[in-house]
């Protein structure tokens, strides 16, 4: 797994409160810059800096997984590298039924069984600033559609190279991308610091519509903050539905973080809403 200038991507992870979060990194940010013996190689630590990813590792597994599985549900294009390699016309249809229901069963592989059919597949997965490719071997896709055990790795052998459109975003100020495409909004987790933030408007919503006299000061006293903070906090109680329903899925928009929601300048209209937040 590299980036687009070919800088290996390491397997890494990071501890926030309790939680652990995996990330796919571009290795020269782990390993740091390197002294520079001359001109030309201190501007090709520049570049390949510039163009450094810190991936999370789920958004990434979810869209290589989908493109797999997609693979070997299309009939076609699965019906176009069996054809000439198959035995006679019934292995051929066989392989193709295979293949279609291999697709169908992924999703309830465990963890282990996943990677062991991952490291078989795949050969090389490049991302890009917008997208990802993924390089499959063609003799370990006849293999496994055989049932047959794992024979030796022939990387020089036939390739197929896959691709997916994903947009690198930057989050917040932080040194971070994230891919945006639809295996990866579809694998999504919620987003804790945005349901927390959800859960607090909704909070402070509730004690301003239990219309007991309070003013705006006296409840944000009570609440342990400031005045400033509760009224820019409970606007968030009035978010159009649709894009509640969203956040409590994990289907906002990637770029949407729990400090940008807290800051946005929110409209009253839930169209106006939408399209503020980045909302489709």
Known sequence: MRDEDGIPLTPTHANKKGRRYRYYVSHDLIAGRKNATNDDADSRVVRRRSTARRIPATDLEAIVEG??????ADASTIDTIVAPRARDVEERRRLVARANE???????????????GLQRLVQEIVVTSNAVYITIRVDAILAMLRGEADSQRDDD???LTLSVPATL??????MRHLIDAPEARQNRKPDHSLLRLLAR???FRDLIL??????ITELAAASAVTPSYFTRIVRLGFLAPEITAAILDGRQPIELSALKLSLASLPKEWSEQRRELGFR
């Open 67 to 72: 493109r797999i599985t997609d693979l070997f």
């Open 102 to 116: 291999m697709a169908r069963l992924w999703p309830d592989l465990s963890s282990v069984e996943k990677i062991t």
């Open 157 to 159: 052998g036939e390739t």
């Open 169 to 174: 975003k930057r989050v917040g100020m932080e």
């Open 201 to 203: 408007a909704q909070k």
């Open 210 to 215: 239990q219309g007991d006299g309070a003013s």
